[in-house]
């Protein structure tokens, strides 16, 4: 067995990323138990009425995908096989409940990659089948957007949500529980996706995000100066392919002419570019179509740059700022259950044909 087969076939790690509560099922409760498993992240949680996190488990793959520097679809669906298990059982016993306490089974059925979507769905399916309970598919993307509900107990729509994670750039509106919009979407590269390709461009591995977050904290963002892309025509459209190229033209220019080039510099002058972008035209979104509110959802939005950037955008602007903590921000099945329960009370159900859909729509 070589190194990389090791660490397929190692145990199963996870961590629960909800507060322990003792919490006794009462009259008129609704529990959901959330399934997640549409990228490298295995994840089970049990949410109460929509709004309460009882238990919130989460596998990471990221030791193994991180030797190739990105996400490989064939391995990620294999440790969702070994992990789905797990980390449902996690879930029950770390909300103290049960099988019998659940209402509904809710799991996320796309977008996102084919295999490890199965993998989700087709538990899902056999717990519902098994229990004799009700089955709710659930979109991948409302889920991040509802992971806002969990921390800010009084948001409700009608809000505007830009959406950044490794798959997607989206500014969304929300009218109102479970109704998007999309208004705004990424031409090219999502800018999670920007992230990672540029940390790979300077030597930083996978998931890059997070590692340019750090550096960028040490480099000057005014010492490059790199393109902000627009969509000619599409005012609220994203586009991060020139930027991705422009960093690697500028590293490339550099190793040519034997300069060194600080890393840190261009990690803040890249961030500053896609935070500029992403900040402008979803204050500009939110003030045209006449919100008062913005949200933020997806993995990016831990990001410290894109966070200090609204903040201030929408503090000038008047605009009330809402962003989950970061461990909601990335993948998790909490989220996927607070999307899931309003679906369910609207009465929404999915039979046995549920199928993976990788890129599954809002409309
Ligand atoms: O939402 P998520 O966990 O998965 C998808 O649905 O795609 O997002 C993962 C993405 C990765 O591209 C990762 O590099 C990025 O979110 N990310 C960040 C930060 N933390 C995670 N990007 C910038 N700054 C961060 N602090
Ligand atoms: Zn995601």
């Known amino acids: 067995m070589n190194d990389i087969d090791r660490e397929i076939e190692s145990d199963i790690k996870f961590f629960d990323a909800s507060e322990d509560t003792a919490y006794e099922k009462k009259e008129g409760d609704v529990y959901i138990l959330a399934i997640e498993s549409s990228c490298d992240e295995t994840?089970?949680?049990?949410?109460?009425?929509?709004?309460?996190?009882?238990?919130?488990?989460?596998?990471?793959?990221?030791?193994?995908?991180?030797?190739?520097?990105?996400?490989?679809?064939?391995?990620?669906?294999?440790?969702?096989?070994?992990?789905?298990?797990?980390?449902?059982?996690?879930?029950?016993?770390?909300?103290?409940?049960?099988?019998?306490?659940?209402?509904?089974?809710?799991?996320t059925y796309g977008p996102g990659l084919v295999g490890s979507l199965l993998v989700g769905v087709g538990e899902a399916k056999a717990i519902a089948?098994?229990?004799?309970?009700?089955?709710?598919?659930?979109?991948?993307?409302?889920?991040?957007?509802?992971?806002?509900?969990?921390?800010?107990?009084?948001l409700k729509p009608p809000f505007v949500c830009l959406v950044v994670s490794g798959g997607h750039t989206n500014i969304v509106e929300i009218k109102d529980y479970g109704e998007y919009r999309i208004i705004g979407r990424t031409r090219d590269d999502a800018a999670g996706e920007a992230f990672d390709k540029v940390a790979r461009t300077i030597g930083l591995g996978y998931p890059g995000g997070p590692k340019i977050d750090k550096l960028a904290r040490d480099g000057n963002k005014d010492a490059i100066?790199?393109?902000?892309?627009?969509?000619?025509?599409?005012?609220?459209?994203?586009?991060?392919?020139?930027?991705?190229?422009?960093?690697?033209?500028?590293?490339?220019g550099c190793n040519m002419k034997h300069e060194e080039y600080n890393k840190a510099d261009i990690a803040a002058?890249?961030?500053?570019?896609v935070v500029d972008v992403l900040v402008t035209r979803t204050v500009k979104a939110a003030k045209e179509l006449g919100y008062?509110?913005?949200?933020?959802?997806?993995?990016?939005?831990?990001?410290?740059?894109l966070r200090a950037g609204m903040d201030q955008a929408c503090k000038e602007a008047g605009l009330e700022l809402f962003y989950p903590s970061p461990v909601l921000c990335t993948d998790n099945a909490a989220m996927i259950g607070v999307a899931g329960y309003y679906e369910y009370m609207k009465g929404v159900r999915s039979d046995y044909t549920l199928n993976a859909v990788p890129n599954l729509k809002f409309e």
């Open 43 to 107: 994840a089970a949680a049990i949410v109460n009425n929509g709004r309460e996190v009882l238990s919130n488990i989460v596998a990471s793959q990221i030791d193994v995908h991180k030797i190739y520097g990105g996400v490989v679809p064939e391995i990620a669906s294999r440790k969702h096989i070994k992990s789905i298990n797990p980390v449902i059982e996690e879930a029950l016993l770390s909300a103290h409940t049960s099988f019998d306490d659940i209402d509904a089974i809710c799991v």
């Open 129 to 154: 089948y098994a229990k004799n309970k009700p089955l709710v598919g659930v979109h991948h993307i409302g889920g991040h957007i509802s992971a806002n509900y969990i921390e800010h107990k009084d």
């Open 225 to 252: 100066k790199f393109p902000r892309g627009h969509v000619d025509g599409a005012e609220y459209d994203f586009s991060f392919s020139g930027i991705k190229s422009a960093v690697l033209n500028y590293v490339n």
């Open 269 to 273: 002058s890249f961030q500053e570019a």
């Open 292 to 305: 008062d509110k913005v949200v933020m959802a997806g993995g990016v939005a831990c990001n410290g740059a």
